[in-house]
């Protein structure tokens, strides 16, 4: 089976989503599934793969929302900075930051999915998002101002190598921001900035609505 093209995975994503505004982030709107089981299977086909990756690009999660939240209430956090937003998914972190006036954002991901969600997600809203799709964490942090990292710690591999990623930039200057509801793998030491509660999929949660944290990286 032939790679599809990224105008292929564009369309995907579109037909298998519905354009939807975020509660509590105003004037955003993201392509949001409706049924994480189904959609997967629909990926797995579209990509040809047996065992595909669970759509985290097809909802926003309550670790990203929460970042997204506190951009908007102090949008001074990213305003004229370069920011990076780490496990991207559907691009919501990108999105507010780059609306917030940020001087340049870039995504990260692995997902050919996201990537497409990220374009499709940054058209809808009206703002521009470089994309990066490799796994960047063995590579020095770049030299940005802001990593935003939304829902990273409920897997425990990941969630180590990406705190550790994590301190390395920030050691080095990056202001880090965490987003997370209390996942298993959140680890203890890191500073809380703010909580929120964020109105998320029972697709994705126990509960509609979750409260949803902030944190940064204590440095010195």
């Known amino acids: 089976m032939s790679t599809p093209s990224s ?28 049924d994480v089981m189904a959609l997967c299977q629909l990926a797995g086909r579209e990509l040809g793969e047996a065992n595909p990756p669970l759509p985290y690009w097809a909802f926003p999660w309550a670790g990203g929302l929460a970042v997204a939240r506190l951009l908007v209430d102090h949008p001074g956090e990213v305003v004229g900075k370069d920011v990076l937003d780490m496990a991207s998914g559907s691009g919501v972190c990108a999105i507010v930051a780059a609306r917030a006036g940020a001087a340049a954002v870039e995504a ?26 490799r796994d960047i964490l063995d590579e020095p942090p770049p030299a940005v101002d802001v990593i935003l990292a939304g829902d990273i710690c409920y897997e425990e591999t990941m969630a180590a190598r990406m705190l550790t990623w994590l301190r390395v930039g920030a050691d080095h200057g990056t202001r880090v921001l965490i987003g997370d509801p209390g996942r298993t793998y959140l680890p203890a030491g890191l500073e809380r900035v703010a909580t929120y509660p964020v109105r998320t999929s ?3 949660e126990n509960a509609p609505i979750k409260q949803a944290a902030v944190f940064t990286i204590p440095v010195g």
């Open 7 to 34: 105008a292929r995975l564009r369309g995907f994503v579109r037909r298998n989503t519905r354009l939807l505004p975020v509660p509590d982030l105003p004037d955003v709107r993201l392509h949001v599934g409706d």
């Open 108 to 133: 990260i991901d692995v997902d050919r999915l996201a990537e497409a969600a990220v374009a499709v997600n940054a058209r809808a809203n009206g703002v521009r998002i470089a994309f990066r799709r």
């Open 202 to 204: 029972l697709e994705l």
